[in-house]
C-alpha cells in the first residue's frame, strides 16, 4: 500500500482548473481554491479574499442571483445552472456552476461550496461540469478536523460530474467517482486494483488505451498531459473528452499518486463541426451565385440572338428547327441557373404570409403527376390554419425536387408522405427557441448510407449515373430554407427510406385579407414611336442584345456600360425610360437608378438581373424588374406599358 500525504485532496483540488469555493450559512466565503481566484479576478479585475460576502462583489442583478443559488444549496439540494457573471465592463463569461450542502458530523448544514467553470460562448449547450475537488482555509491540526475535511474534499470528488479517477504512481486504479463507474456500469469494487488502462473505461478503444498509458508514464515523471480523446464506453457509446493527466506529490515534492480527470466535449465537437459546414456551404454558395450570374449574361446574350434570328426566319426555314433546339437549350440552362442561384441564396424569394396546407394539397397534386402511377402519394396534414412566411411557388418547387428524389429512390415503386406539422424549439443549433411549422418528405426508397447523407446537400454531388443528375436538387432545397430563415434536416439509412423535413418560422394568421387589385393591362404601342430609351449594361453582349431588339420596333437607344457613363449621358438627354443592369461593377442598379430619379423625377425605370435584393430598391418609385434571361418580347411589351 503506498503511503497518501495528508493533504491528498488539498492537493487535487489545488490542482483543478475549476474554480472552487466554500462558503458559511451567511454567504461568507472561507475557502476557495487559486482557479477560483484567478478566474475572478480575470473577469472583475481584483481578487476576493476570505470573509467576504460572495454576492456582494457582483453587480446587484447578478448578486441577487448568485444569493438565490447559494440560498438553495443551503437548504440542502444539490444541483446544477448555467450563468453568465463577471464585471460587464470587462466581459460576460458563461459558468457551469454545480451547488453542494456542507454538513457537519451530526448532519446539520454547515455552508455549501461550488464548482465553476467557464464553459466559453461555443459550450454554453454543455451538460458536462468540470467540478471535481473543493479547496479548505487550511488543514485543521487535530486529526478529527483533518479527518472531516478529507471527508468533505472527498465529496466533492465523488459528487462531480465530471470524470475523476485516482491512480497509483504505476498506473493502478485507487479510486473513481461515480460519473466514471457509471460510464462502465460497474461497482468500484470491480475495476480497483486494475490498471487504469485496461479498465473497461478503454476496452472497446484499446489504442485509446496506450494514448493513456503514455500519459501516465508521463505524469510519473511530474508532467501535466492534457489531450483530447475519443472513447467508445460501455455505457453511452462514442464520446469525445478532454482528458488530463496530473501528477499527486507529497510534502517533499515527489510523485507519488496520479490523478485522471476528463470532461466531456462532444456536444463542442459536433457545434464546431456544424459550423465549418456552414461556413463551407457559405462559401460555396458565395462561389456558386457569382458563376451564375456570369453565366446568366452568357445566356441572355445568346437567347436574346436567337430570338432576334428567329424573328428572321419563317416557320419553314431549314434553320429554324436548330435554332428551336437551341432556345430549349437555353431554358434548361436558365433553370440550371434559378436552381444554383436559390442554393447560393441570391436569388431573393418572394417572401408573403402563407398558409401551409393550402400549398402541400396543391404540391400533392404536381407530385402524384410528376412520379407516376407505381408511387402512392399520400397527405398527412396537420398544420391547418397555420402560417409562415416563405415564397409558396418556391416551396412547392421544392417539394417537388424531394419528390423526384424519392421517384429514383424507388425504382420499382412505392409511397410517399407528404406531412405536415408544428412544433417549437431551435430552427438552427445556436438560434433561440421559437414556433415553427415543418413539411417532411418521407420515401420508402432504398435510403443513404451515412457518408452520403453527410454530402447529400453539396451542390453537384449526386449519386445518379451521370448525365440523369445535376446534383442540384437538394442544394436548391437547402438554399431555400435558409433563404425562409428556416432549416433542413435529413434522416436516412439503407433499406429504410428517406426523411427530409423543412423547418419554416410559424407566424401570426391574417385577420383580414387585403383586396388584391385587379391587373391591369394597358394596351400596348405597335412601335416605339422613336421615344428614347436608356440602357445602362456593362455586359456588351446583353447590352447589344437590349440596343437591337429595341431599335427594331421603333425605339431610338443611347447606351453606356457603366453606371458613371450613363448618368453622363442623362446629363445631354432626356429619355422616356431607362434600362439598367443591377449588378455592375463600381456602381450597382440601385445606385444608378436612385440617382437617375433625382436627376429625372419619375423617369420609368427598368431593372435587369439574374438575382437582385429587392431591400435594394427602397425609396426607387415605379421600377420594374426583369429576370435574366428574359424573352426580348417581355422587354419589349414591359418597355412599352411604361411610357405609355
Known sequence: MISLPADLWEQIAQSSWAAICVFD??????????????????????????GDVFPD????????????QMARALTGEIFSVVEEFGNPVIGHPCWEISYAPIRDADGTIVGAFHVALDVGPRLRAEAALSATKTLEEQVAASTKELRENRARLHSIFETSLGFQALLTKNGVLIDANAAFLEAIGQPLRSVVGATFWETPWFSKTPSIGEV???????????????????VDLPVGGLRWFDFAM????????????????????????????????????????QLTGGIAHDFNNLLMAISGNLQLAKRRTDDGHPARRYLDNASLAVDTGAKLTSQLLAFSRTQKLDISR??????????????????????????????????????????????????????????????????????????????????????????????????????????????????????????????FALQSNGDLRVSSSVGAGTTIEILLPRVEALT???????????????????????????????????????EAIGFK??????????????????????????????????????????????????????????????????????????DVDGLNRTVRELIH
Not at 400549398?359 to 396534414?381: E, F, K, M, W
Open 557 to 630: 437607344v443611347v447606351e453606356a456600360a457603366s453606371g458613371e457613363e450613363g448618368l453622363r449621358l442623362l446629363e445631354q438627354i432626356r429619355p422616356d425610360a431607362a434600362i439598367i443592369d443591377f449588378v455592375m461593377p463600381g456602381m450597382n442598379g440601385a445606385e444608378v437608378g436612385r440617382r437617375v430619379q433625382s436627376m429625372r423625377p419619375g423617369l420609368p425605370i427598368v431593372f435587369v438581373s439574374g438575382y437582385f435584393d429587392t431591400i435594394a430598391l427602397d425609396g426607387i418609385s415605379g421600377a420594374v424588374v426583369l429576370r435574366k434571361p428574359f
Open 354 to 479: 402563407v398558409e401551409l396546407d393550402p400549398v402541400l394539397r396543391h404540391a400533392r397534386d404536381l407530385v402524384s403527376t410528376a412520379l407516376g402511377p407505381n408511387i402512392d402519394v399520400q397527405l398527412r396534414l396537420d398544420a391547418e390554419g397555420l402560417w409562415t412566411m416563405t415564397d409558396a411557388d418556391q416551396l412547392r418547387l421544392a417539394i417537388l425536387n424531394l419528390a423526384l428524389n424519392s421517384r429514383d429512390a424507388m425504382p420499382e415503386g412505392g409511397s410517399l408522405v407528404l406531412a405536415s406539422g408544428s412544433g417549437r424549439g431551435r430552427l438552427k443549433p445556436d438560434g433561440p427557441e421559437a414556433d415553427y411549422l415543418w413539411v417532411r418528405v418521407v420515401d420508402t426508397g432504398c435510403g443513404m448510407p451515412a457518408d452520403v447523407v453527410s454530402k447529400a446537400f453539396d451542390p453537384f454531388f449526386t449519386t445518379k449515373p451521370r448525365g440523369q443528375g445535376t446534383g442540384l436538387g437538394l442544394a436548391q432545397v437547402y438554399g
Open 57 to 68: 462583489l457582483f453587480v446587484p442583478e447578478q448578486a441577487k442571483v448568485m444569493r438565490a
Open 246 to 285: 496530473r501528477p499527486i506529490r507529497d510534502e517533499a515534492a515527489d510523485v507519488v499518486a496520479l490523478a485522471a480527470e476528463a470532461v466531456e466535449t462532444t456536444e463542442r465537437r459536433h457545434a464546431e463541426e456544424a459550423l465549418r459546414q456552414s461556413q463551407k456551404m457559405e462559401a460555396v454558395g
Open 25 to 50: 450559512t451567511s454567504f461568507r466565503l472561507i475557502a476557495f481554491n487559486k482557479a477560483h481566484n484567478d478566474e475572478f479576478f480575470r473577469v472583475n479585475g481584483y481578487y476576493t479574499k476570505i
Open 212 to 230: 493513456v498509458r503514455a500519459a501516465a508514464m508521463s505524469a510519473a515523471e511530474g508532467a501535466i498531459v492534457r489531450q483530447e480523446i475519443q
Open 512 to 550: 383580414s385579407a387585403a383586396a388584391s387589385p385587379g391587373e391591369s393591362r394597358i394596351a400596348p404601342l405597335k412601335a416605339g414611336d422613336g421615344r428614347l430609351l436608356l440602357v445602362i449594361d456593362d455586359d456588351h453582349s446583353v447590352r447589344s442584345v437590349m440596343v437591337d431588339a429595341l
